[in-house]
């Protein structure tokens, strides 16, 4: 059963940083993309940045500069570091894994607030 725990969330003051991290099980983690995807409230869930099984990023425009991702396969984790962060990079934060061999499969969410 495939299964992906986001953590890291919580409530950082404008400026502040952030390091998710999304441990997967149930799958042979370091074959696959995984992305991190945000919904804030009253938007739609929006890609923030993928990274591929070999360890290429890409980057939504809103973070690119701001935000690194990165994997450890050997741990099943990849983390999303978060900087100079915003009060509209306010949103849970989901974890990804989506392919045609084993399908879609997101994580609980992680909130992350910023505020001052």
């Known amino acids: 059963q495939v299964q992906l725990v986001e953590s890291g969330g919580g409530l950082v003051q404008p400026g502040g940083s952030l390091r998710l991290s999304c441990v997967a099980s149930?799958?042979?983690?370091?074959?696959?993309?995984v992305g991190w995807y945000r919904q804030g409230p009253g938007k739609q869930r929006e890609l923030v940045a993928i990274?591929?099984?070999?360890?290429?990023?890409s980057y939504a425009d809103s973070v690119t500069g701001r935000v690194t991702i990165s994997r450890n396969n050997a741990e099943n984790t990849v983390y999303l570091q978060m900087n100079s962060l915003k009060p509209e990079d306010t949103a849970v934060y989901y974890c990804?894994?989506?392919?045609?061999?084993?399908?879609?499969?997101w994580g609980q969410g992680t909130q992350v607030t910023v505020s001052s």
């Open positions: 990274i591929s099984g070999r360890g290429i990023p």
């Open positions: 149930g799958i042979l983690f370091s074959v696959y993309d």
């Open positions: 990804n894994v989506r392919s045609i061999v084993i399908g879609d499969y």
